[in-house]
Structures are given as structure tokens and as C-alpha cells.
């Protein structure tokens, strides 16, 4: 068995003293090899690893192996390399002796904290791969250790400037930057006040920005466990109503919306279908406002422009996949909260989304068999799908709601949405969403009964959609006679 003794004067024996003559043990193959050795049996003692984690005078004496190793010159590539993996040996025995508990996090802290600090963003150490072993030792120091967690992570975000934490975010790794990913995920879940910290930091945007910049091409990779470990952080960013300030910190005025907004919506679009999401009452309303005056009415202008060809293909791209998020997520909201639906219709929406619709009715026209080839792509400026999307949100807003009823019907909605229950190949289930939302509009209101009823019956497959929608049809001298069927 290893005394505690033994592995202080054994630490000792490996910190440089002589910055002329350099380190003996990496002077020395046969030297270095024994050492190697010698942290190798140490770690194996298991039943003195706790004695060995606890005690400061060890954390003391790693600490000045790995300051003295960091500030040696090599003058030797075989020094250089003998350096850095005896660095990497005494990290990963840090590492393991953090698994002691809070005692020996309290004593990495006080002694480590700085070095690890150093290492990260010393240019030699960010060469040779040791950001990711530093990373990995602060994520155990804070293990299960709230208090330990809130000091490293407040030190964390103001330690570097924005050239050095570039270098070091730079410097890593897919399988590196999961140490950080981890670090970042811990120190965030389960504090909102962590949360604002990172959006509120000097350090905090770059770190989002630089991991939404990679989240695309993890996100291909379903394997890829960084992808699950970014999707965790800003899902603790959302849990804590922190979007609508992700989302502005990955504005870029050159583009509306930029790349990372769309990466950030199909993550929101993700969270809020995912199952058992807990959003709070709060929270829902401030989202569905800022969904919809921040991201909706501003896409709109665009989105008009986009469909008479006055933006290119590829903003024409991002545009479309952005707003159908856009428009899921507001779905998402007000399906999950009757609070939110109420909300919606208080910052009078239901407006606003007629008015798009019909201007994309008027614009993009129906799409079938007939008019050209089914296996042709359908191309973005068309945006398929979204008058789709526009008819399901009104479709909710106005069951059970007469406010929304006589809404639609005062802003000339009734006609627009009865053309569009026909089959679209540009919108799958259009008709569908169009029959439950005539529905809703006729539920127990005379007015809006007697306006379509008035109506031109122009196509038949409008009456049969009225009847899929509870009402039986006739047609006398060209009009419609509606009357609700009996539920027998």
C-alpha cells in the first residue's frame, strides 16, 4: 500500500527546479518511464485513493508539478512530447483522485483552479491537446458540488478575453469540446442564475455562438453525444425563459434571420414537442409574444417578398425552414396552454395571420396533379406547407372562442378559408386542418352560420366539407341551407 507520505515526496520529485537544466525526469528516458509507471500504481491503490484526494498537501504538489511542467522550455522534441505526456498522467490522476469527494473538490479548488486556468489557455498546452484532460478535472471538481460549481463558473466566463477563449475553443476537438459541453450543461441546469450569468458574461455569447456554429454538423450525426449535450444546454436555457436572449445574441445583421436563429428554432421547435416539456405560465407568455411580435411580424414583410422573387434562393431557404418552425413553435404553445391560446388572441394575431394567408393564397397558387409534376421539389419561395400551418393556428385560436369567431368572419376570413378546403400538394392535410377550422368558426354562431350559408356554393367538395365539418347541406337556387346534424 502507498502512504500519503510517499506520493507527496514522490509529486516533489517530479516539479522542475532548475529552469536551465530543465526537468531531470524528462532529461532521461528510464527516468520517465518510471514515473509514468509510478502514477499508474498509485492510481491502482484504490483503498488510499480517498487518504491521497483529501489531503491538501497533494493537491498542493500537483499543482506545482503541473505550474513548474507548463513554464518549462524543452529543448528537445523528445522533451517536448516526454513534457506533455506527463502532464496528461498527472491530470488524469487528478481526475481520479476528485472521485474522494467534497473534501478533495474543496482542496482541487483551492490549489487547482488557477493552474487549470493557465492550461487551458497556454498556447503549447492548447497545441497538444490538453484543454480537453483540463476540462474533464473541472467538470469532476465540480461534481454534485453546488458551491464549488458557482465560484469556477463565475471565474470561468470572466477569466479570458475574446481572443484567448477564440484560441482555445479554436484549439478543440469534436470529442475535446465535449469536456466543455459537459461543463457548460452541469454548471446551467439547474441554475437560472448560472443561466443569465453565461448570456450576461463576456465569455458567455462566444461560447453559445461558437457551439451553435457546430450544432449543425452534429445534429447529422444522431450518434454524436455532443449533439444531445448542446441540445441540453439550451433547453436549460429555454426551461429558464432565457430564448429571447439566445436569440439575440446570435443575430447577425447581415442575415434575417442568421443560420444560428434557424438552428436555435429547430432546437425551441424540438423542445416544445418533445414530451412531459415543462414550460412555465411565465414563460409560455413571454414566448408567445416574443414569437410572435419578434419573430412573425418581422418574417412577414420578408416572407411577402420572398414570394414575389425579390430575395435569392438561398435567403429564400433559410427563410422558409425558419418560418415553419416559427409557426410550429407558436402551434406548439397554444395547444399546450390554454393561457397561451388567450394570450394570443389578446395581442391580436388572428389579424395579422389572416392577412398573410391571404396574401400567400393570392400569390402561390394551388398546387395539384394536374398542374405539373409531383416529383418536381417544390421551391422555397412558394413556402410549402405554411398556408397549412396558418389555417391549423386559426383552426385553435377559434374553438370555443366567439372573439376569434366574429374576428375571422369581420376580416373577410370565412371565404378564404372554405377555398381551401381542397387538396393542396404544396400543403398535405390542408383540407383537413380547413374542415376543423370551419368547424370551429360555425360552433354555435348564428352569424357566421348565416354568412356561409349565403355563399355561392362554387365547388362541391365545399359542401362536402361543411358536412365533414357536423352540418348538412342543401343547395336551393345556388345557396347553401346549412343546418347542424343530429348526433344520433
Not at 275 to 301: A, H, I, M, R, W
Amino acid at each position: 500500500m502507498v502512504t500519503l507520505q510517499e506520493v507527496v515526496s514522490f509529486l516533489h520529485s517530479l516539479t522542475p527546479t532548475d529552469q536551465d537544466n530543465g526537468a531531470v525526469v524528462l532529461k532521461h528516458q528510464s527516468a520517465f518511464d518510471g514515473s509514468i509507471s509510478r502514477i499508474a500504481d498509485i492510481l491502482q491503490d484504490t483503498d488510499s485513493r480517498t487518504t491521497f484526494g483529501q489531503s491538501e498537501d497533494v493537491w498542493r504538489s500537483i499543482s506545482s508539478v503541473l505550474s513548474g511542467l507548463r513554464t518549462l522550455t524543452a529543448r528537445s522534441a523528445e522533451e517536448l512530447s516526454r513534457r506533455d505526456r506527463l502532464m496528461r498522467a498527472v491530470l488524469t490522476f487528478s481526475m481520479n483522485l476528485l472521485t474522494a469527494g467534497p473534501l478533495a473538490q474543496q482542496s482541487a479548488s483551492r490549489y487547482m483552479k488557477n493552474e487549470l486556468f493557465c492550461i487551458l489557455a497556454d498556447d503549447e498546452c492548447i497545441k497538444n491537446s490538453l484543454c480537453a484532460l483540463c476540462l474533464k478535472t473541472m467538470v469532476n471538481m465540480c461534481a454534485s458540488n453546488d458551491n464549488i460549481t458557482q465560484e469556477l463558473w463565475t471565474e470561468f466566463l470572466s477569466k479570458y478575453d475574446e481572443p484567448t477563449l477564440n484560441k482555445v475553443l479554436s484549439g478543440l476537438d469534436d470529442d475535446s469540446y465535449m469536456a466543455l459541453l459537459v461543463f457548460i450543461a452541469g454548471s446551467i441546469r439547474s441554475s437560472a442564475d448560472r443561466s443569465a450569468k453565461l448570456l450576461n458574461s463576456s465569455g458567455g455569447p462566444i461560447l453559445l455562438i461558437n457551439t451553435l456554429d457546430k450544432v449543425g454538423a452534429w445534429m447529422k450525426n444522431e450518434d454524436h453525444n455532443n449533439f444531445e449535450l448542446a441540445y441540453s444546454i439550451f433547453e436549460s436555457l429555454i426551461r429558464h425563459g432565457y430564448f429571447p436572449h439566445v436569440y439575440k445574441t446570435a443575430s447577425d445583421p447581415a442575415d434575417i434571420p442568421s443560420e444560428r436563429q434557424v438552428t436555435l428554432m429547430r432546437i425551441l421547435d424540438a423542445y416544445l414537442t418533445a414530451k412531459n416539456v415543462v414550460v412555465t405560465c411565465e414563460n409560455q407568455l413571454g414566448l408567445s409574444e416574443f414569437l410572435y411580435n419578434d419573430l412573425f411580424c418581422e418574417c412577414k414583410p420578408l416572407i411577402v417578398q420572398v414570394m414575389t422573387k425579390k430575395i435569392d434562393n438561398i435567403e429564400a431557404k433559410r427563410l422558409e425552414v425558419f418560418i415553419l418552425d416559427v409557426m410550429e413553435c407558436i402551434t406548439s404553445l397554444i395547444s399546450l396552454s390554454a393561457n397561451s391560446k388567450s394570450f394570443m388572441v389578446e395581442l391580436n394575431a388572428v389579424p395579422q395571420f389572416l392577412d398573410l394567408l391571404r396574401r400567400t393564397d393570392d400569390l402561390i397558387p394551388r398546387r395539384t396533379l394536374k398542374s405539373g409534376n409531383p416529383d418536381d421539389q417544390i421551391p422555397s419561395y412558394e413556402f410549402p406547407s405554411l398556408k397549412q400551418k396558418l389555417i391549423g393556428i386559426l383552426g385553435i385560436l377559434v374553438q370555443g372562442d366567439r372573439k376569434v369567431q366574429d374576428q375571422i368572419r369581420e376580416f373577410g376570413g370565412l371565404p378564404v378559408i372554405l377555398s381551401h378546403c381542397n387538396i393542396d400538394d404544396s400543403n398535405p392535410f390542408i383540407r383537413e386542418y380547413a374542415v376543423l377550422c370551419i368547424k370551429g368558426l360555425l360552433d354555435n354562431n348564428e352569424e357566421n352560420q348565416t354568412f356561409v350559408a349565403s355563399l355561392e356554393a362554387r365547388e362541391p367538395v365545399t359542401t362536402d366539407a361543411l358536412e365533414e365539418a357536423g352540418y348538412e347541406t342543401r343547395i336551393i337556387n345556388g345557396k347553401v341551407s346549412l343546418k347542424r346534424k343530429v348526433v344520433k
